[in-house]
């Protein structure tokens, strides 16, 4: 157990549905990094919240949004969804205002299916 | 921008070293060099990082040139279970700046 939980771990929905994956950071962890990796390929930085606040956008698309909330939990929640957002999404975490030398700590991941 | 350059893939045989090359030929003075790795389609894990000495942990060692343009992360005694996509990756350690992952290198290890 990495201390980075996320859920749920599958998940499986129509094209068009919106879903939202839930992250919970290692204890201690004020930012919380996304990430998409879609079948075969790397892994894509999506977006980062530090403490609640929007720190850094990658290649999200429009139809995602996220957000970190007081007690430090991030959502990411995906809308509209395509055969093509198929994909594990990964959530990590990293520590406080100083970082973190050890860089991050990453949960096991959801896997998404769109049908 | 690639910051770092590994080959795609390499084998090596069960119970020996496993020696994975990285090139970072723009690092600047105040960059690390990390390595994680991925076990299929499992979250990635951190190995081992350095910035201008040699390091090593219970994982792995990992030696940085005099000129930090390269690297090289060595498993001394690899098992099937180090079979992984393996990333090297540089990265300045403070201010939670996102971690930038390549391709890495797809290690298979041999029974």
């Known amino acids: 157990d990495s201390g980075v939980t996320q859920t749920p771990k599958h998940l499986i929905t129509a094209t068009g549905q919106r879903v939202t994956l839930r992250c919970s950071p290692r204890s201690g962890d004020l930012s919380v990094y996304w990430y998409q990796q879609s079948l075969d390929q790397g892994l894509q930085f999506l977006i980062q919240y530090y403490n609640g606040e929007e720190r850094a956008k990658g290649n999200i698309l429009e139809r995602f949004s996220a957000q970190q909330f007081p007690d430090l939990h991030s959502e990411l929640n995906l809308s509209s969804l395509e055969l093509g957002d198929s994909a594990l999404y990964f959530c990590?975490?990293?520590?406080?205002?100083?970082?973190?030398?050890?860089?991050?700590?990453f949960g096991s991941g959801t896997r998404l299916t769109v049908v | 921008d690639a910051k770092t350059t590994q080959p795609p893939s390499m084998d090596c045989a069960e119970g020996r070293a496993a020696n994975l090359p990285c090139n970072h030929s723009t690092i600047s003075g105040n960059e690390y060099v990390y390595w994680y790795r991925q076990i299929h389609s499992q979250g990635p894990q951190y190995i081992i990082h350095?910035?201008?000495n040699n390091e090593t942990n219970e994982m792995a060692s990992l030696i940085i040139t005099e000129d930090r343009k390269s690297s090289t992360l060595i498993l001394p005694h690899a098992t099937l279970r180090d079979t992984a996509v393996y990333y090297c990756?540089?990265?300045?350690?403070?201010?939670?700046?996102?971690?930038?992952f390549g391709t890495g290198t797809r290690l298979t290890i041999i029974p």
């Open positions: 350095g910035l201008k």
């Open positions: 990756i540089v990265r300045f350690p403070f201010g939670n700046e996102k971690l930038t």
């Open positions: 990590a975490s990293s520590g406080g205002g100083t970082g973190d030398p050890y860089g991050y700590t």
